[in-house]
């Protein structure tokens, strides 16, 4: 039985466009849909209710007092691959949103420091 958890990525072909960090988009990676996040040593995909208890455990281990949860993983790469530079196109066919401008309201929403840095590093007519 095929199992997601299990799928191997096939090399992207050369007729496609690269993807800066090793990022894939949907058709090159040959998912289609949701598919797991988390899986078991043996490829199986693990429950949302024991990854939520395990992000928790290790959040205590790792001394982060914030709560931690799988969606907010998403918003940190999200966050993370705009601060390296990635364009926001790209970021928004990884991420699966059907038009930029939503993932630009996403991360203004999740990153709003980035505007902070920016206004605080300008130089100002008059100032």
């Known amino acids: 039985m095929w199992d997601r958890c299990q799928k191997e990525f096939a090399p992207p072909d050369s007729k496609r466009p690269s993807y800066p960090n090793g990022l894939l988009d949907s058709k090159q990676s040959g998912l289609r849909g949701r598919h797991p ?5 043996g490829g199986h995909p693990m429950a949302a209710a024991y ?3 395990m992000l928790k455990r290790l959040a205590v281990r ?7 949860h799988a969606h907010g993983l998403r918003h940190t790469h999200a966050a993370q ?3 390296e530079g990635v364009d926001i196109a790209i970021i928004s066919r990884q991420l699966g949103h059907a038009s930029i401008a939503t993932t630009a309201r996403y991360l203004d929403h999740i990153a709003p420091t980035a505007v902070i840095e920016v206004t605080r590093r300008r130089s100002w007519a008059g100032a």
């Open 37 to 41: 996040v988390f899986c078991t040593l």
């Open 51 to 53: 990854v939520r208890v």
């Open 62 to 68: 790792a001394g982060i007092d914030k709560r931690v």
């Open 81 to 83: 691959l705009r601060a």
